[in-house]
């Protein structure tokens, strides 16, 4: 029997002891109180000034120099912490303000005709572990919001067919479709958006919803495959955020689903 079972099992007085005294030992923290209570602070606080102004000096001397080489142009106030992961060879254009909030990916499909474009409009916020796979094209318009995780993609990445993959052929053409993103569109978390996909002004797209199909302006669309749960306007263009047009799902006091709740006032 080894040394570290013996003092993990703790037999015995001296390993009993030895193995109170080691916990004893690992329990044993720095005391706070009065007296060291404004060092300790003092510390964090220079702390969060290093670590913040060591994050600047990365990003201003570093990671930004060498993004913006990547790109065909970038507008004024643009902001970004770490260096995005670009894949392949394609076109960036980002509008002015744009603001990417961690660390997105930028993936070129280089094995199609011409030269993938990713065209991002004015006041565009872009979440961390956002993904923009792109052959073709994609355009986001102005003042947009990607939550994080979201997932666009103008390409299936392989042939539907078996054989085809097995060659290691590329996307067919008719797979490769562009993605067009109107203005005030807002995703949120882990949003999938499909090859052709086309969204309209104002909408939102609510989290881990998988858009398949064109998405018209001025709805809440949610699920997989994603649907049109609520209409923003009205027919005269009021704000009308009470016509729901699928079902909801009211809950109970503990958590549960309760009862579905349809748009003509009946429930289920």
């Known amino acids: 029997m080894n040394l570290a079972v013996k003092l993990r099992r703790g037999e015995g007085a001296f390993w009993g002891g030895l193995k109170r005294l080691i916990l004893i030992v690992m329990r044993f923290h720095l005391p706070v109180f009065w007296l060291t209570r404004p060092l300790f602070r003092a ?30 142009s970038v507008g004024a106030g643009f902001r970004m912490g770490p260096l995005p992961y670009i894949q392949g060879v394609g076109r960036i254009v980002l509008g002015d303000r744009v603001t990417f909030g961690g660390k997105p990916d930028f993936i070129f499909g280089n094995r199609a005709e011409g030269v993938p474009e990713i065209d991002i409009g004015n006041n565009v916020f872009i979440g961390h572990g956002c993904s923009l796979a792109i052959s073709s094209s994609l355009r986001i318009g102005n003042d947009c919001l990607l939550a994080g995780g979201v997932h666009i993609s103008d390409y299936d990445g392989h042939p539907i067919d078996a054989d085809r993959r097995r060659a290691n052929d590329p996307t067919p053409a008719e797979n490769i479709r562009p993605v067009t993103i109107g203005n005030d569109v807002w995703f949120g978390n882990h949003v999938t958006i499909l090859k052709g996909v086309r969204i309209g002004d104002r909408s939102i797209v609510g989290a881990n919803a998988v858009v398949t199909h064109d998405v018209p302006p001025d709805v809440v669309v949610a699920g997989n495959p994603a649907r049109i749960v609520k209409r923003l306007k009205d027919a005269t263009g009021a704000v009308n955020p009470s016509a729901v047009v699928g079902p909801i799902v009211l809950e109970s006091g503990d958590g549960k689903p309760d009862r579905m709740m349809f748009p003509n006032g009946s429930s289920s």
């Open 43 to 72: 510390v964090y606080l220079l702390r969060g000034i290093v670590k913040n102004f060591l994050a600047w000096a990365v990003r201003f001397f570093w990671s930004e120099p060498l993004f913006r080489s990547q790109c065909v």
